[in-house]
């Protein structure tokens, strides 16, 4: 079954060129097109969509609006959002991380890194490497608030699954932690997902968000001592 990918962005070129590429690639269609935040909402509600390409500046709604209605609507919750940004100028998508977004992308991806993103996000996992994007984890710590140092959701989550979280933090995928703590991929995997549902996170990026945010990891730490 394709993967289907809807364009969100208000330019009609740059939505012309993205759909060239992942229309030429195998398993990969797009479904539709919207021009602003308010029309991609509805395109997910009206048709089946696993992967929005959303970009933040957009009239009506913008991108990070978009991203959070997409992100606290039960019907939707299959749906993963990638955030289009230019990076060097532009801290709004911080705030589309936090609402829900699964990763993010600079506007002059080459092709092949677009189709791979695309696939690592509706497989589940998330676009958001700590190594590669310290400085972006650095600057999202200080926009929000100093969180408390109690987090009640924490006494929830067990050893194991708080160690697993911190690899996941660390940018590790799946089969990196399982050859690390000698697991299978698939039990990694099942823990991830308890993690997500006790923590309250849609997804891989918001659990990576949450251990950055609650100072469970900070840019620049080590990897965790086996």
Do not use: W
């Not at 330019?11 to 097109?33: H, K, N, T």
């Not at 609006?65 to 940004?85: F, Y």
């Not at 991806?109 to 676009?127: F, H, K, M, Q, S």
């Amino acid at each position: 079954m394709s993967i289907r990918v809807l364009l969100a962005d208000d330019q009609a070129l740059i939505r012309a060129g993205f759909r060239m590429i992942i229309d030429a690639e195998p398993g990969l269609e797009v479904v539709g097109e919207a021009a602003d935040g308010r029309e991609a909402v509805d395109l997910c509600h009206s048709g089946r969509v696993d992967v929005v390409l959303m970009d933040i500046r957009m009239p009506h709604m913008d991108g990070i609006e978009a991203t959070r209605r997409i992100g606290a609507d039960e019907r939707l919750a299959g749906v993963r959002v990638l955030i289009l940004t230019t990076f060097d100028n532009d801290d709004n998508f911080i705030y589309a991380l936090q609402a829900g977004a699964s990763g993010f992308l600079g506007k002059n991806v080459a092709p092949g890194d677009l189709v791979n993103a695309i696939r690592v996000v509706a497989a589940g996992e998330a676009l958001l490497s700590p190594r590669a994007t310290s400085g972006l984890i650095s600057r999202l710590i200080h926009h929000v608030p100093t969180p408390a140092t109690d987090v009640p959701e924490l006494v929830l989550v067990t050893a194991r699954e708080k160690e697993i979280l911190l690899l996941v933090a660390h940018g590790l995928s799946n089969d990196d932690i399982a050859e690390r703590l000698y697991l299978s991929p698939l039990t990694v995997k099942t823990h991830i997902n308890r993690t997500m549902i006790k923590l309250n996170a849609r997804d891989r990026a918001q659990l990576v968000v949450f251990a950055y945010q609650h100072r469970l990891v900070r840019p620049g730490d080590d990897l965790p001592a086996l």
